[in-house]
């Protein structure tokens, strides 16, 4: 699933994309900003190793993968505005 984000990414911005992804049970974060915080960053990544995590806990395989792509924001491609 595809975020774009004109401008910098939060930690909120990265809550609210965890919010819709564990909904969905997504497989794939990609994030396309022009900035993103640290705090972000790390939110991200604790998400995908908690997920990882729990299905090695309950026997299932199960990962998410997150992409960060940083710089440019193109109107071209689709994706959820943040």
Known sequence: MLFKKKGLFTASDAKRVIDIVSRENEREIII?????????KRRLWDYAKGVELMSDLTGESREVKVEILEGYVSDKVKGIEL
């Open 32 to 40: 396309m900003c022009e900035k993103i915080d640290d705090d972000a």
